[in-house]
């Protein structure tokens, strides 16, 4: 008996969920045939396009716009009067997208559309489609599909239903927010490659550094690879380590500039981001644009930073790992080489040590293929100033003795190599024990002076200045070792 009353309400059970999806079945749209026709909506060039109206169901309600002036197209977001607030590549994909819409036929003369979401007001967003003739398309948006991709549509007063695939329906109904810039100086730079000069004011530990481009205009081309691409100003002037600036201080700003979020819009209050007093400003300046980025707190969670443009109206939130080089040591983007240069720019180089000197006289030479273009050309047409410095080769002569290329190659490698490998915190007068002069060819004057340091180490000062490197004992001795090879 017991088995029997068991086995009946297990099957009143099974029963039950049946009956229940049966009911859910018949209260479903019926799902298209994946074979059903395909029917294009709208078709047009994005460049006919004048204009798009997008209501969300949500509450979102913005047109864009898209205007041609001299073969140049530029998109406007509907309430701001800022050009630099909204991206225009995204606006102009949305106008890509909106040009060419097609959907399955889903069902013809639909007489319920509240199956499909497309009944009632509050749940329909609305894309509104103009072109530049003044006709409108607008296509209405219900419900997603449960068993297929796609976002359930229909053109307005139409009772046929689509099927517009998810990717599209997406593209079409994203929130005003999407399109905003979050560029924070209101488009994208790469610092590395367009920087012209960079203010920091100022680091955690108080330091004000400005790193600019090296001019190089009067530099052939030769001449310029010995140097790096930027140079310190302040605190130092000094050469940067390009690999290093640009792997530290330059990677961190570029994660800055581009923020994830948007904080607020004209803030009438900018102390809540910490802005009112910034932890730092960044001057930057490139070939098109001069503009100061403040920096705030840190937002509530640690993971970001308040950042806006002096003089803009917006607060970005950026990835707080783009402010690490706040807390960084300047020194640690300098480059270690205390006296980079070219041999091309060389006329003579001075050692002078324990009393005794040695002279280097170096003289730049066109190479024998130079000259036989040179002869072969009208004279007239030759201009000393265009020859390149990859064209010309030196000679050398030590105390009036010529010197083998060999031994000039050698004692060129120890110049250029003469590295620090500490920075002295408090340096003091010290009495110089050897000391290397370059003179150049415009006349200038380099120079390296070597005091005993610590053990196997010497303190260097560079062009007069305090004795505050430390180099190995090993780079003035590769120096002295030079000259004396044959």
């Known amino acids: 008996m017991r088995k029997n009353t068991k086995r009946l309400l297990l099957g009143l059970v099974a029963v039950a969920i049946l009956g229940g999806v049966y009911a859910g079945l018949m209260h ?5 045939d994946t074979s059903s026709e395909s029917k294009t909506l709208v078709s047009a060039d994005a460049d006919a396009l004048s204009s798009i109206h997008v209501a969300l169901s949500g509450g979102d309600d913005y047109t ?9 197209t530029t998109y406007t977001m509907s309430g701001t009067q800022d050009t630099s607030a909204y991206s225009d590549s995204l606006m102009q994909n949305l106008f890509s997208t909106a040009s060419s819409i097609s959907g399955t036929v889903v069902e013809e003369s639909c007489s319920d559309l509240s199956k499909y979401g497309l009944a009632g007001s509050d749940s329909i967003s609305t894309v509104a489609i103009t072109d530049t003739d003044g006709k409108t398309t607008t296509l209405r948006f219900g419900v997603s599909s449960d068993v297929v991709s796609g976002t359930y549509c229909n053109l307005d007063g139409k009772t046929d239903v689509y099927l517009v695939d998810s990717d599209t329906a997406s593209a079409l109904l994203e929130q005003e927010s999407y399109y905003r810039n979050l560029t924070v100086l209101g488009s994208y730079y790469s610092l590395s490659s367009e920087l012209q000069s960079l203010t920091v004011d100022a680091l955690a530990d108080g330091t004000v550094l400005t790193v600019q ?6 530099m052939d081309e030769t001449t310029a690879k ?13 050469d940067a380590d390009d690999s290093e600036l640009k792997n530290g201080l330059l990677s961190d700003l570029q994660t800055l500039l581009t923020a994830q ?19 730092a400003r960044v001057h930057i300046k490139t070939n098109s644009m001069d503009a100061t980025v403040l920096i705030g707190s840190v937002t509530d969670d ?14 970005f939130v950026s990835d707080a790992s783009g402010c690490g080089f706040l807390s960084d040591d300047w020194s640690d983007w300098r480059s270690a080489n205390l006296m980079p240069f070219s041999l091309n720019e060389v006329s003579q180089i001075t050692v002078t040590q324990n009393g005794t000197t040695h002279a280097v006289a170096v003289t730049q030479e066109a ?3 130079e000259d036989a273009d040179a002869e072969s050309e009208d004279s007239s047409n030759t201009d000393s100033s265009d020859t390149d410095s990859s064209d010309v080769s030196q000679t050398a002569a030590l105390d009036g003795e010529t010197m083998s290329t060999e031994a000039l190659q050698q004692l060129y490698a120890a110049l250029d190599s003469v590295n620090y490998t ?11 024990q050897a000391t290397v002069t370059l003179t150049m060819t415009d006349g200038t004057t380099r120079s390296l002076s070597f005091a005993k340091g610590g053990s196997r180490e010497y303190l260097v000062s560079v062009n007069g200045g305090a004795y505050a490197y430390g180099v190995q004992q090993d780079e003035l001795t590769s120096i002295t070792d030079a000259l004396t090879t044959k």
Not at 302 to 315: C, I, L, P
Not at 422 to 432: E, F, G, L, M, N
């Open 302 to 315: 640690n993971s970001g930073r308040y950042v806006m443009k002096e003089g803009g109206s917006t607060v």
């Open 28 to 32: 479903m749209p019926d799902e298209q």
């Open 422 to 432: 500490r920075i002295v915190d408090a340096p003091t007068a010290q009495q110089a």
């Open 226 to 238: 010995a140097y790096s691409d930027f140079v310190f100003t302040a605190p130092e002037s000094c």
């Open 261 to 279: 979020s948007i904080a607020a819009d004209n803030p009438s209050d900018l102390s809540p981001y910490g802005l009112d007093n910034p932890t």
């Open 213 to 218: 481009a090296r001019d190089t205009s009067d």
């Open 367 to 369: 190479s024998d293929e």
């Open 64 to 72: 864009l716009t898209s205007t041609t002036k001299n073969k140049k």
